[in-house]
């Protein structure tokens, strides 16, 4: 039964990965394919092309990750709660693709491993317990703080990018910020795989450490591979309902600001993956440095009841997440 498990916890992860970069495609193109930088077809090739690199270049935040959640138990129990994780995270992911908002794949992720560690303890199994300190410092914190940092950041730096292009013509400013739009969506996509694509291989990496397959001190080969391929198969399908929301219905946005939000958050995710190795949320903070950036601006911009509804979505993904974890273990557990 345990290899049963394990095997579906491999392929739960593979669908996880897969729906993330499906999911996710829209934070790197919306604004390169609103502000015709790029056209939808080559927007997604590229993405997808810098998605696999990302993720086959970096295995440091899946490790910390690994190490931070040590105390998942051993054994079924710990690979039931990663399967109704997966499930959690999953089932939320097609929910908000189907309503067109963004949210955060890793949040939902940690809700529904939460939750499902939660119904662990409630059935008098064993509990995740020994990393709270570390989960809450080095993981959820910065996860909180990335939107307000990436809107205060995107917001900001319109000040000086529109100083600088103050005696240029509009067209050439333009054409500049298209170009300079299509080099960061792809710095982007690079960054979303080397932060994002990292879960995965985290969440596989734990199941085999829990049925002795692996120490945790180092990536296997093959989980890498199996993480990037699937993120980047999943990106090439592309999820334009959320294009369409983050480059259509929440903010009007020129190229200048199109590629300030660009270039905020992909040296966000740059400086979170590489420096600091804390992990942050790509659509968090793509989303917010859109915001920022299309609220610099002489009149409001900014549609507000659509960014209500998507902060209702950000602030429900680990309750609701949560909840369902523990209901997915709950239904699992006869099986443990």
Request: charged letters at 5%; hydrophobic letters at 55%; aromatic letters at 8%.
């Amino acid at each position: 039964m345990e290899t049963l498990l394990l095997g579906a916890v491999v392929c739960l992860a593979g669908g996880f990965a897969f729906l993330n970069g499906f999911h996710d495609v829209s934070n790197s193109v919306a604004t390169a394919v609103r502000t015709r930088a790029l056209t939808p077809t080559v927007a997604v090739l590229l993405v997808a092309v810098f998605n696999l690199t990302g993720a086959l270049l970096s295995t440091s935040l899946a490790l910390f990750f690994t190490e931070a959640a040590i105390g998942l138990p051993s054994g079924q129990a710990g690979l039931g709660i990663l399967i109704a994780g997966l499930l959690a995270a999953g089932c939320w992911g097609l929910f908000t693709w189907r309503r067109g908002k963004p949210s955060s794949s890793t949040h939902a992720l940690l809700g529904g491993l939460a939750g499902a560690g939660a119904a662990s303890q409630l059935t008098d199994g064993q509990a995740m317990a020994g990393a709270g300190q570390a989960l809450l410092l080095q993981i959820a914190l910065p996860l909180l703080l990335s939107p307000v940092v990436a809107y205060v950041l995107a917001y900001a730096m319109v000040f000086p990018a529109t100083w600088l292009l103050r005696h240029s013509a509009p067209g050439k400013v333009n054409r500049g910020n298209r170009m300079a739009q299509s080099v960061f969506a792809g710095a982007f996509a690079l960054g979303h795989g080397l932060q994002d694509g990292q879960r995965t291989m985290a969440v596989i990496l734990l199941a085999l450490v829990g049925t002795g397959y692996s120490n945790g001190s180092q990536m296997p080969l093959w989980v890498q591979v199996f993480a990037a391929v699937l993120l980047a198969t999943g990106s090439l399908f592309g999820g334009w309902r959320i294009t369409h929301t983050l480059a259509h219905r929440l903010v009007h946005i020129d190229p200048l600001r199109g590629m300030t939000a660009q270039g905020v958050s992909s040296a966000m995710l740059f400086v979170g993956a590489i420096s600091l190795q804390m992990p942050l949320s790509s659509t968090h903070t793509m989303t917010s440095a859109i915001i920022g950036a299309g609220a610099n601006q002489r009149f409001s911009t900014v549609h507000r009841p659509e960014l209500a509804r998507i902060l209702a979505v950000w602030l429900g993904t680990a309750p609701v997440t949560a909840l369902l974890g523990g209901i997915f273990f709950l239904a699992l557990s006869p099986l443990l």
